[in-house]
């Protein structure tokens, strides 16, 4: 792989005068500098890479990318196994998002979605075959045949339950060949934005704590998603949100922050997701009584009803006492299935339930609760994932955003399973090629300020001396709690006003924390005491949104406020970060094939 050229000319090493002890041989340059490793950033950078020099920025191993534990499937109406066509897809996904996806944005995705199946098997992706050779399809929720009006469909491409997994291996081949440099186990500490460009990312290697410059033409976050916002969840440890943290810093607004995913079948106790490929092979919901329960709350696409509406009615279950021996869980049963198929398409889910709580599911039923899982607003971006630096028409020039960290509306207040594998390697594939478009039309370097990492040095500093009495992990724990207990599946009024309250006090108290690890190599309670300062500061503008947004859409389910109202907020939220507080902003949903309808399953 090529060295990146580092900043070895004399003019410029003058210029810089090494900022504040950065020696130069920590100052690279590349055309374009990707932070993240997952599904949407490799995509971008495999395209960027087309046309020039890549730099990636990744604090995991790029494998090790949540993209990898993606189970069930990729979205495509390939029709490899019975009808489908784009529009019927377009359609779910108007309708699973309740109305507030942007469908210019939907229309793109599900039209691109066979060339981008395609694209991955032709690289060798090798996902599960038909007994013809084709890629094979299952059921996922909220997928349906002819608008609605038929059952579920056949649309979901996968590779057993580790579809995440060879997508992600295979494209990552992809970049080595293509000679992307990776900088792997670099934690990304702030954007170097100057007079509305962004010019480079500053970050810290985590091996030697050292800090470098990453200096661009053009920057892509392919940060992934904030599931660890929440104590249950299915999202790994890393899954903090640093992106949001990153951009809010600069002035850009989040948009529809509200909107959090609470996948229905988490395993009880630790929320570790159980695919809904599970449901999609079959598998039915039970609860004390011995209850297939969704009868009552979707009688027609019974357990392949959309997530939220499912999360709903486990949690309703739970909540009237319902749940298995009157505890927080219901049952996803499988055993019907049978024990060959079981162990031919979910072997994963098999091994997983084994080993964390001991259930044989071809023998019992499995343990699940609702689990934090997937993040629908993010960073304002436009259709070729440009940055909105106000969230709406504004490009902030150099920034680009892709995957589960942005916001282009594919699913606006409720995304359908695997959609967001869909989003991550076609969004990241469209930002690719939008900046190999900038890198290549001969754009110059925007020069790189001298106080490029000051702010972020005297923060660093801060940290790394910090002796306050403030433990990090008791507060995040504490905050993680909170946050599953008043801004989960169900919300309202007087919780998230509490909630608030409380997201303030950790403000408040972050500012005393104590590192005692005072190691420059991987320094763990260091990074997590970054990670959780960009936390608190995104995580206020869910629970201020949610308070905000009056109305219950998608899966933001308000009791106080038990209906969509579509008279006053059919609209995306914009929230600021300011130093007077949150600021909202709201911008309208693009509608163009699908008007608004009351959304039964
Ligand atoms: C268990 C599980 C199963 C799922 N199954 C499916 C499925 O079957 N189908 C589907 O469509 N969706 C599924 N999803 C959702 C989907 O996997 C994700 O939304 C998607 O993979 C996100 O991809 P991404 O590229 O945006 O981010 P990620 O894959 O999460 O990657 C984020 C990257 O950012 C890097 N990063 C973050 N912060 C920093 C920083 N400060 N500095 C440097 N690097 C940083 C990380 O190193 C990582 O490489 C699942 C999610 C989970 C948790």
Redesign the pocket.
Known sequence: MPESEGLRNEEEAERLHEPRGIPLHNIHRHDVVI?????????GALEAAKAGDVGV??????T????????????ASLANEEEDHWEWHMFDTVKGSDYLGDQDAIEIMVREAPSVVRGMEHMGCPFSRTEDGRVAQRK?GGHTKDFGRGGPVLR?C?AA?R??HVL?HTLWEQCVKHQVRFYSE????SLIVKDRVCRGVV?LDMATGEVHIFHAKAVL?????Y?RAFSI????L??????L??VLRVGIPLEDMEFVQF?PTGLYPHG??I???ARGEGGHLINDKGERFMERYAPEKMELAPRDVISRAIQTEIDEGRGIGGKGYVHLDLRHIGGDKIRELLPQIAEVVLKFVGVDITKAPIPIQPTA???MGGIPTDLDCHVLADGKGEILKGLYA?????CVSVHGAN?L????????VLY?RRAGRALAQEAKGGLPFAELPEEAAEPTLKELEWLQGAKGEEKVADLRTGFQEEMMAKCGVFRDEKDLSLLLESVKEYQKRYQKVGIKDRSKCFNTELIEA??FG?LLDFAELIVAGALNRQESRGAHARIDYRERDDTNWLKHTLAFKTDEGIRFDYKPVTITRFKPKARVY
């Open positions: 932070v993240g490793a997952g599904l949407a950033a490799l995509s920025i990744t604090k995991l191993f790029p090790r990318s949540h993209s990898g534990a993606a189970q069930g499937g990729i979205a996922f979901a996968y339950d579809t995440g992600l670099y934690y990304a500490l970050a976050l392919g940060t992934g998603g599931g969840t299915s999202n790994s890393a899954n903090t949100g640093d992106g943290g990153l996948h570790i997701l695919t809904e490929g899982h997937y993040s892709a995957g589960e960290c942005a995304r399973g695997t959609n967001s594998l869909l989003e991550a990241g970054i990670e960009y």
